[in-house]
Nanobody, 115 residues
Framework: QVQLVESGGGSVQAGGSLRLSCAAS????????MAWYRQSPGKQRELVAV???????NYADSVKGRFAISRDSAKNTVYLQMNSLKSEDTAVYYC?????????WGPGTQVTVTS
């Protein structure tokens, strides 16, 4: 059973930075892809960034140039560096891992950006 635990959320002023971490219970090398999603009140969960097993990355248009996803296979951890944060980035951020056809989710971490 895959377990994912996010950390690093919190409250930050607009223009600031945060780095989220997602620690996986198993080797992240085995995952087909890992990603960060977010969900704000009244909205659907949306994809923020994804990194494939080969290391290629993709981002939502709203975060391109501001966010960066990366991984440390030795630590079985995926990161989301968030810079130039805006109030509209306020959401619960979820870590996601895809293993074959199964999706796994962490419990989420709250990010609040104040103006």
């Amino acid at each position: 059973q895959v377990q994912l635990v996010e950390s690093g959320g919190g409250s930050v002023q607009a223009g600031g930075s945060l780095r989220l971490s997602c620690a996986a219970s198993g080797s992240i090398r085995s995952f087909n892809a890992m990603a960060w999603y977010r969900q704000s009140p009244g909205k659907q969960r949306e994809l923020v960034a994804v990194i494939s097993s080969g290391g290629s990355t993709n981002y939502a248009d709203s975060v391109k140039g501001r966010f960066a996803i990366s991984r440390d296979s030795a630590k079985n951890t995926v990161y989301l560096q968030m810079n130039s944060l805006k109030s509209e980035d306020t959401a619960v951020y979820y870590c996601n891992a895809v293993l074959y056809l199964e999706n796994y989710w962490g419990p989420g971490t709250q990010v609040t950006v104040t103006s």
